[in-house]
């Protein structure tokens, strides 16, 4: 692989992705008899920063956790690259994915959670090693020397061998998004990852994530609340109610001159909530 | 009354303890792994795999330990499967403990947080290296208590093989009984032995639960 290309003052152009498409077509989902989403079609391009706004109940964790195969949908299409995330050919016939085929899909997405779910059981470096260790025959030694340059762009050099239930929430986050990114996924999901943390503590984390979305190529979808950093972060924005897309586009005009309705009146909610739509994250 | 003595068979008493004590040992190991194999088996995602483990689970809970020692020791013979008393005993009193303890090993394991395991779907590990490296040590800690309260049991338990001529504690106790006419001499003897030995079981488990809560921690080297 070559190096990328710098502009010379020591930061780096991101690569061009390499893939990371992700295509929704017509798909169903339903927990225990309610609809979360109702035939439901979107598209990411390879490279991508998306995020997706709504109120609560519309879908959008869904999403991801469908994309992550948390979650099986129950009708319809998810293509990533083109290939099929939940259904496999075997032969003549259309099957549903076995284990084999996700967990080669799986390779693509990384997710990062609500509640971050790090393993209380091991050290901040150890959260990190375990996969690539497990699932790509990493040399132990090798995976450690790349955690700690994923520490490092997380900005927790010094925690490397920390307990997780010693670290601040913000912290923590920060140890969960090194964790997804050392497995190089191409797709990354973010799930309301502020959502749990002190106010005081979700900018450190927020621009852990815009640092991230410079440097790399990957594609990034992020659901969140914090409608101020989705406006900075994302190329485009999709609004979401009743398990639908209302509303979709460059966030000037989401956020700017909403077409919809519906889009007007959660962004007035949101505002009268206290939340700020205007800016960067200051 | 006989002229003997109930002291004078102390040192019978003392055999027979130490064959209670093999025999909670030995039955102890064959449950464990039993109550493993079972307990996991009970959340499997193959339907078979868990069906066999129920009816395990339940045949051996569901049936009296004592009628199938008896089966075990006299029944088996018919089939062509000669066992000795100590190994009928050993498989019987290991496979009824086993049932308990693979219901403890199941709830220990769906103990654990639902979010550990979408971590781990998410980095993409196999069930298997999963449950290994960040589900087990997580449920060590909850099991090791349950093992303790099962060591016990089974250690009571093992009173009834006296009645398939294994000379344990309480057959040594009856023994003398019968020799010298005296009940209350051997049978406070052995109830103090029981005792000591299953006060000596709580603290085991005790050590074993603090060991479990470092090992689950540095288990997933």
Redesign the interface.
């Known amino acids: 692989m070559t190096a990328p290309p710098t502009l010379g003052m020591g930061f780096a152009l991101a690569e061009p992705a390499r893939g990371g498409r992700v295509e929704f077509q017509a798909v169903r989902k339903a927990y225990a008899g309610r609809t979360v989403l109702d035939d439901l079609s979107f598209s990411v391009k390879a490279g991508e920063k998306l995020a997706v706004i709504g109120p609560s109940g519309s879908g959008k964790t869904t999403i991801l956790r469908l994309l992550?195969?948390?979650d099986r949908p129950d009708g319809g299409e998810i293509l990533v690259d083109g290939e099929s995330l939940w259904n496999e050919q075997r032969g003549e016939q259309r099957v549903p994915a076995s284990e084999k085929h996700l967990?080669h899909m799986?390779?693509k997405?990384?997710?990062v959670?609500q509640?971050f779910?790090?393993?209380?059981?091991?050290t901040v470096i150890?959260n990190i090693t375990?996969?690539p260790v497990?699932?790509k025959r990493m040399k132990r030694d090798e995976a450690v020397e790349r955690g700690r340059g994923f520490l490092l762009n997380v900005g927790l050099a010094d925690k490397e061998h920390a307990?997780p239930d010693t670290l601040s929430g913000g912290q923590k986050q920060r140890v969960a998004i090194a964790?997804?990114l050392a497995?190089e996924p191409q797709i990354m999901l973010f799930d309301e990852i502020t959502s749990a943390l002190d106010p005081e503590l979700v900018e450190e984390v927020l621009n852990v994530i815009q640092s991230i979305s410079r440097d790399r190529a990957m594609t990034m979808i992020l659901v969140t609340h914090e409608m101020g950093f989705a406006r900075d972060f994302a190329d485009r924005v999709i609004f979401m109610d009743g398990g639908a897309v209302v509303e979709e586009g460059p966030p000037d005009a989401i956020f700017g001159r909403p077409s919809q309705e519906r889009t007007r009146t959660f962004l007035k909610k949101i505002i009268a909530a206290g939340y700020d739509l205007s800016g960067p994250i200051a | 009354m006989s002229a003997h003595s109930w002291t004078e068979y102390l040192g019978l008493m003392a055999q027979g303890g130490i064959v209670t004590v093999e025999l909670t040992l030995a039955s102890l190991a064959v449950g464990t792994a039993a109550a493993s194999i079972a307990g996991l088996a009970r959340i499997s995602n193959r339907a078979a795999v868990r069906a066999a483990s129920r009816i395990y689970i339940e045949f051996f809970r569901g049936s009296s330990a004592f009628v199938q020692l008896f089966a075990a020791y006299y029944l088996l013979p018919f089939a062509g499967i000669y066992l000795s008393a100590f190994a009928c005993a050993v498989l019987v009193l290991g496979l009824n403990i086993g049932a308990y303890g693979a219901e403890n090993v199941r709830s220990a394991v769906l103990s654990v947080r639902r979010d550990q395991y979408e971590a781990c779907t998410v980095l993409n590990l196999t069930r298997w290296q999963a449950l290994r490296r960040v589900i087990l040590p997580q449920a060590l800690p909850v099991l090791t208590p349950l093992f303790g309260n099962n060591a016990v049991e089974l250690l009571k338990a093992t009173s009834i093989v006296s009645l398939i001529t294994i000379g344990d504690l309480t057959f040594q106790a009856q023994l003398v009984r019968f020799q010298t006419g005296d009940t209350i001499g051997p049978f406070a003897v052995i109830l103090t032995v029981y005792f000591v030995l299953a006060l000596a079981i709580g603290a085991g488990t005790r050590a074993l639960t603090r060991l479990s809560r470092r090992a689950s921690v540095t288990v997933t080297r």
């Open positions: 992550a195969t948390l967990h799986r390779e997405i990384g997710m959670f509640l779910n790090l393993f209380p059981n091991m150890d375990l996969a497990l699932t307990w964790r997804a497995l």
